[in-house]
C-alpha cells in the first residue's frame, strides 16, 4: 500500500511517500520519497526533494498542493492508494484517525477557533488533495488524539462551568511526534514502553513537553490551544492571563491585537529579533545579550517542565528530546539538563556533542551510570501518520451497532402506599401486558395526574411496585399540567417537583414527578459485543423521516436487560417515528474512563 502524506502549515507544506507492508511495524515502512516546499512568497519558495534543494515557483500553499502531482511523477513516484493529513486540533471528536468526508470536515472547520492558525492551513491541504485526487479515500490524523485519554486533573482549567461546558479545556499537541519518538525511546532502551515513565521534548518552531506514564500522555504542556507552555519560535508559551486586562488597559489593545501578538510576535522572535534558534544561537555566540537571555529563559522554561513532569509522574526513566531544536542543538540540550543532576539527570558532553541521527537512530547521551536515560532522536510524525491511515484502511469496517428504540408514553410507577391509597389498602394490580424488560408489566388499571394547569387521565401503570413513586411524562404533558418537570435518569427523584395522582379510591401527593432522561439498556453480552461499559454516554442515530442524532444518551447495562433504547414521545415526534425503528450507536462520549478522566 502506497501512502502520501501531507503536513501542511500556513507557509510550509511537507509531504511524504510511503510503502506500508503488509505486516507494518514501525521499521518496516519504507519512505519513497521525502519533500518540503517551504518559505512562500511572491517570488516563489524553497524546495526540498529527497534532500536535494532548490528553488521553486509556487507561491502559497494552494500552488504548492496541486504542484505535487507533478512533483511525484518527476521523481518517479506511480500509483498512490490513499493521502494521510495531519491535522492540527481534533478537540473531544477525534480520538483516532478519521476518514474525511463532508462531514468530518465540517466538524474539522468547527474546530477552527481552538487552532486559528493551524486547522486552516491543514483544510486549505485537504480541499485542494480531495480536488487533485478525488478518487482517493483521504485520512485525518489528529495532534490531540494521543492525548485524548489525559486524566481531568490535567485538562481540568479551574475556570466558571460555563466556561467549560463552552468546551474550554486543555488537550496538548505534537501527539503524533511525543507517541512516536516515546515508543522509539522504549525500543532503543530494550524497555516495554509500559514500564517507563518518559518526558518527550519536542522542541521545533512550535514545541511542547509531555509526560507518558506507562504509554500513555499524561500531561502535556499545550492547552487549549497550541499557544500554552515552552517559548517558541513566535509563540510565547506561558504567560500569565491577567496581562489581557493589563494591556488593554494600559495600551489600548483589542483581544484579537493581543491573541495575535502572542501567537507570532513573541517567544525567541519578540525576546532576540529571530525565530530560528540557529540564528539565535550565532547571535548570542557572538555576545547579543538579548539573544543569550532569550536560549537562557527557553531552556529555563524546559527545564521547569521537566521538573514538573517528574513529579506528576512521581519519577523519570527517559528524556527524549526531538524536532529541529531537540534534535540539532546540543548546546540547548545541555543548558536544559544543567541543574538536573539531584534528580539523576546527567548529560555525557561528549556523548552529547556527538549525536547523529541517521536512519532513525535513537542514541544515548546521558552520562554513564545516570539513573534518567536522555535520548536524541528524529521526529517521524509522517511515517506514524501513514502508519495510522494504514491501520485504519486495514482494519475491518466497524460492525454497526444497532440498537432497537422503544418510545415510552407517560406512565407512573408506584409504591404500596400509593396502591393502597389510589385502590384501596392491600390492593393488587392486575397485569395487562408484558413489557419486554423481563419481569416487567403494565397493569389493567389507570390513574389521572393533576396539575395546577390541568389532568391527564387514563395514565399507565407499570409494575412491579417501587419503594418510591416516580412519574414519567413528557415535557409537553409538563406544560398541560402547569409543573416544571426536571429531566432525570429514573430514580433521581430527591428535590423533584410534587404531583397529586388519583384513583378509584382517592388520592396521593407525591414528589417523584420527572421527564425520564433517555438511556439505553443494555444485557452484559451485548454491551461487550459493542464495546461499552456501564455509564458510558452515547450517540445514537436516528435514520427516520425527520433524521436525528441523539447525544448524550446513558449506556445501562445489566446481566439480564433487553436491548433497546428508550426515548419519550416528544422525542419521537421530533425524529418521525411512526413505526419500530432502529437507531445506531455512532459514538462514545465517555468508554472505560479512568476515574478522574470523566471529560476527556
Ligand atoms: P517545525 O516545528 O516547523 O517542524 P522544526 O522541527 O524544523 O520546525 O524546527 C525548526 C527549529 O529548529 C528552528 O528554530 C531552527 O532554527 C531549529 N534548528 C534547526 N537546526 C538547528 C541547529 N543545527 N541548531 C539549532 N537549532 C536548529
Redesign the pocket.
Known sequence: MRLLVFNA?SS?LKFGVFDMPADPGLGSARQVLKGSLDRFSPDGCDQKLNEVSSRAPFRDLHEATRAVPDLLSEAGVGQIDAIGHRIAHGGTEFAQATELTEATIAKIRDLIPLAPLHNPANLDAVEQARGVWPDLPQWAVFDTSFHFETPARATTYAVPEAWRKAGLRRFGFHGTSHKYVAHRAAEALGERLRDLRVISLHL???ASACAIARGLSIDSSMGMTPLEGLVM?TRSGDVDPGLFGFLHRQMGLSIPEIEATLYQESGLQALAGS?????V?ARAAQGDSDAQLAINIYAYRARKYIGAYAAAMGGLDALVFT???GE??PS?RRRICDGLEFMGLKLDHDRNLAVTLADRAAPQIQAYGARVAVLVTETAEQLMIAREVAEALRAPAPVPRQIPIAVSARHVHLSRAAVDALFGPGYELHPDKALRQKGHWAARERVTLHGPKGSIEHVAILAPLRDRTQIEISRTDSFALGIDAPVRQSGDLDGTPEIRLTGPNGHFDTDGLIIAARHIHMNSADAERAGLADGARVSVALDTGRGLTFGDVLVRVSPKAFTEMHIDTDEANAAGISCAVEGEICDEAVMHAPADAQSV
Do not use: A, L, T
Request: glycine share 34%.
Open positions: 502549515g510550509s521545533g518552531n512550535g519560535g525565530s530560528d534558534m540557529r540564528e544561537e524536532g529541529g531544536i540539532n542543538s540547548m
